[in-house]
């Protein structure tokens, strides 16, 4: 079971005075909360945690040590954010919305970076979990209940509809579509428009089993040249 820390504002931790922080939440040693940010019930900021201003931190949403959080940034009720990450930093959005909407149980492996959206928001949808060093562009759509590896890149106002798997290190270009239950393979590179339930692989991504195929032909072709100058130099010596 989570052990949760007791409720409680660490002597060092700084807060703002118009930011509004549940009793039951725990904000920990040299921690900051920004102006006009609400940190809600059962929360947990850990230590070095900042916060920027007019943020949402949900419910029982637990920051590990050393995020950060840029201004403008909503993150729901039971998210989870391992340390080192950043979200929505450098954000030159107005005061109009969020720069970033994360929603309820989603999972932000250490040291990803959120970038925050500009003229739409960056939107991380419910059940989504990451792996370690993920990046997601400004203005990115991640539906729910997606995975995304290792190093896996999403580029700026790309979408992923629901249950998509990004395999490690696999990047999907900015404004590609990645239709639901798609699965990019490990190192692949998406563009344009993945059709829902298919397989990709490769640089350009194509479906898994051509690539296989032209993987083979390029073996092929390199045994073949192996054997064309095998020949010719038996020819050579016959000579």
């Given amino acids: 079971p989570v052990q949760r820390p007791a409720p409680t504002v660490h002597p060092t931790a700084h807060v703002h005075p118009t930011a509004r922080i549940d009793p039951t939440a725990h904000l920990g040693p040299f921690s900051s909360v920004d102006a006009d940010t609400q940190v809600g019930p059962y929360a947990v900021l850990h230590a070095h945690v900042s916060v920027g201003r007019r943020c949402v931190i949900g419910p029982g949403t637990e920051l590990r040590p050393r995020v950060k959080v840029g201004d403008h940034v909503a993150v729901g009720a039971g998210v989870l954010v391992h340390a080192c990450t950043v979200i929505g930093l450098s954000s030159a959005k107005g005061d109009d919305g969020p720069a970033v909407i994360i929603g309820p149980d989603v999972e932000l492996g250490g040291r990803a970076v959120i970038e925050p959206g500009l003229e739409a928001p960056t939107r991380i949808d419910s059940g989504t979990k990451t792996d370690n060093m993920v990046r997601i562009g400004s203005g990115a759509h ?3 209940h997606c995975l995304l ?11 992923l509809e629901h249950h998509v798997t990004l395999a490690g290190q696999a990047m999907v270009t900015a404004d590609t579509h990645v239709e639901a239950v798609a699965i990019v393979a490990a190192r692949g590179r998406a563009e344009g428009r993945v059709p829902s339930r298919s397989l990709v692989s490769g640089d350009p991504a194509i479906p898994h089993k051509e690539e296989l195929r032209r993987y083979a032909n390029t073996v092929k072709l390199a045994r073949l040249t192996d054997a064309l100058e095998s020949v010719l130099e038996n020819a050579d010596g016959a000579q």
């Fill in 149 to 159: 590896v290792s190093s896996a890149q999403v580029g700026p106002a790309a979408v």
């Fill in 142 to 144: 991640i539906g729910p």
